[in-house]
């Protein structure tokens, strides 16, 4: 289990962080043990040895890691993509829509660190660890009998030619699912300033916290109900207009949450490959073996037998059964053929997931969230039916709920 810092230590650091911060790069709240860093050896495997097993027709592709020594700069909003071979090793996907001033840099340096926000500013709730009060009096939790049910989404929910949230299509469909945590890409709004960036967090849950990455063209971000303590980004050495975002999450019991938000490459299986090698060796490294993980968000996978999904096995349980939508569809693509988008957890959060309940509706493995089909769409409110089908709304988003103990 993750040592935490003493109760009586936590007051001492929040005097160190007394504003509320919203800017980039910043937890809006990081609790008072924020900027600790635990050291708890390597992560092993996460547990699982069941492959999702492969789609009909599909394969495994460039299954090795990568030969490219270049860097590749995807606009993100592709759905499939296309591959561009150009001089010097680089590959730039050209993509099926528009770029929106995508910046290709073919020759980016490969940054192995990691960059830690430590955040600024208080814990909202009590100094104690271990009970329900940890994460502090937010927002509605779902507390019953000692547990508290936890809702994951993954979001590449983005509209229109600009690679934002600012058509409002996301933002409601977010809204109407009501997640706790959510691990969300392109995370840009309007000016992108401080004041936005706080008022869109607020739209999808007021006085939630977040991180956002610095210094990127369509940043990976973090959402969450509750806490974060630590945050940051490491460096994702294919591709020079996002990172993997990270947080980590102060959730009501003894555990943290550390969950990652990624937009894998759409140019090729062998770069997504190359990509999760990288972020499971910034796991092992960096997550202690007594918190929970969930990586969630992008994958741009066209099959689940893809080598990147059998890379994240090391850390993550990737096996079945899989979110659905109301008709039983699984794929996330904006033509629904493809699972693109992803929650993935460690096999210590795996087994206690539990339905995803909207209103009346259940969904026992979780929900592919697409309004076009999703009835009655009251339950989702303000989502309209309309929104999954956006323009440039190339994604679904993906959401599981779980059950964790407070003790």
Same mark, same amino acid.
């Given at each position: 289990?993750?040592?935490?810092?003493?109760?009586?230590?936590?007051?001492?650091?929040?005097?160190?962080?007394?504003?509320?911060?919203? *800017?980039?790069?910043?937890?809006?709240?990081?609790?008072?043990?924020?900027?600790?860093?635990?050291?708890?050896?390597?992560?092993?495997?996460?547990?699982?040895?069941?492959?999702?097993?492969?789609?009909?027709?599909?394969?495994?592709?460039?299954?090795?890691?990568?030969?490219?020594? *270049?860097?590749?700069?995807?606009?993100?909003?592709?759905?499939?993509?296309?591959?561009?071979?150009?001089?010097?090793?680089?590959?730039?996907?050209?993509?099926?829509?528009?770029?929106?001033?995508?910046?290709?840099?073919?020759?980016?340096?490969?940054?192995?660190?990691?960059?830690?926000?430590?955040?600024?500013?208080?814990?909202?709730?009590?100094?104690?660890?271990?009970?329900?009060?940890?994460?502090?009096?937010?927002?509605?939790?779902?507390?019953?009998?000692?547990?508290?049910?936890?809702?994951?989404?993954?979001?590449?929910?983005?509209?229109?030619?600009?690679?934002?949230?600012?058509?409002?299509?996301?933002?409601?469909?977010?809204?109407?699912?009501?997640?706790?945590?959510?691990?969300?890409?392109?995370?840009?709004?309007?000016?992108?300033?401080?004041?936005?960036?706080?008022?869109?967090?607020?739209?999808?849950?007021?006085?939630?916290?977040?991180?956002?990455?610095?210094?990127?063209?369509?940043?990976?971000?973090?959402?969450?109900?509750?806490?974060?303590?630590?945050?940051?980004?490491?460096?994702?050495?294919?591709?020079? $207009?996002?990172?993997?975002?990270?947080?980590?999450?102060?959730?009501? *019991?003894?555990?943290?949450?550390?969950?990652?938000?990624?937009?894998?490459?759409?140019?090729?299986?062998?770069?997504?490959?190359?990509?999760?090698?990288?972020?499971?060796?910034?796991?092992?490294?960096?997550?202690?073996?007594?918190?929970?993980?969930?990586?969630?968000?992008?994958?741009?996978?066209?099959?689940?037998?893809?080598?990147?999904?059998?890379?994240?096995?090391?850390?993550?349980?990737?096996?079945?059964?899989?979110?659905?939508?109301? $008709?039983?569809?699984?794929?996330?693509?904006?033509?629904?053929?493809?699972?693109?988008?992803?929650?993935?957890?460690?096999?210590?959060?795996?087994?206690?997931?539990?339905?995803?309940?909207?209103?009346?509706?259940?969904?026992?493995?979780?929900?592919?969230?697409?309004?076009?089909?999703?009835?009655?769409?009251?339950?989702?409110?303000?989502?309209?039916?309309?929104?999954?089908?956006?323009?440039?709304?190339?994604?679904?988003?993906?959401?599981?709920?779980?059950?964790?103990?407070?003790?």
């Amino acid at each position: 289990m993750a040592m935490k810092l003493p109760p009586y230590l936590r007051p001492l650091l929040a005097m160190g962080f007394l504003a509320l911060a919203c *800017g980039e790069g910043e937890e809006p709240t990081a609790p008072p043990d924020s900027g600790t860093s635990v050291d708890a050896g390597t992560r092993t495997d996460a547990g699982t040895t069941v492959d999702a097993g492969s789609d009909a027709g599909q394969s495994t592709d460039d299954a090795g890691t990568t030969e490219d020594a *270049g860097s590749d700069v995807d606009s993100g909003t592709n759905d499939a993509g296309t591959e561009v071979e150009v001089d010097a090793g680089t590959t730039v996907d050209a993509g099926t829509t528009e770029d929106a001033g995508t910046t290709v840099d073919a020759g980016t340096t490969v940054d192995a660190g990691t960059t830690v926000d430590a955040g600024t500013t208080e814990d909202a709730g009590t100094t104690t660890d271990g009970g329900s009060a940890d994460a502090g009096p937010i927002g509605e939790t779902d507390t019953d009998g000692g547990y508290t049910q936890i809702r994951l989404m993954a979001a590449n929910l983005s509209s229109g030619n600009g690679q934002d949230y600012d058509p409002g299509h996301g933002i409601r469909l977010m809204q109407g699912v009501k997640p706790d945590v959510v691990m969300i890409q392109e995370f840009n709004y309007k000016s992108d300033s401080a004041s936005d960036m706080r008022s869109m967090v607020d739209m999808i849950g007021a006085g939630f916290y977040y991180y956002r990455e610095t210094g990127a063209q369509i940043p990976n971000g973090i959402i969450s109900r509750y806490p974060i303590i630590e945050s940051g980004e490491w460096k994702d050495a294919k591709v020079s $207009n996002r990172d993997f975002a990270w947080a980590r999450i102060d959730i009501p *019991g003894p555990r943290d949450l550390w969950a990652i938000s990624v937009h894998l490459l759409t140019t090729s299986s062998s770069n997504r490959n190359a990509e999760a090698t990288q972020l499971v060796g910034y796991i092992r490294a960096n997550i202690p073996e007594g918190d929970y993980l969930a990586i969630g968000g992008d994958f741009n996978t066209d099959s689940r037998s893809e080598a990147c999904l059998t890379t994240f096995k090391q850390v993550v349980d990737i096996a079945g059964p899989h979110p659905a939508d109301k $008709n039983g569809k699984e794929g996330t693509n904006a033509g629904r053929s493809k699972p693109y988008d992803h929650v993935i957890v460690d096999s210590d959060l795996r087994q206690y997931q539990v339905p995803t309940v909207i209103g009346a509706s259940t969904f026992n493995n979780g929900l592919v969230l697409d309004s076009r089909v999703y009835t009655p769409i009251s339950e989702i409110y303000p989502a309209l039916n309309s929104d999954s089908g956006a323009s440039s709304m190339q994604h679904m988003g993906v959401i599981k709920t779980f059950r964790t103990p407070n003790f």
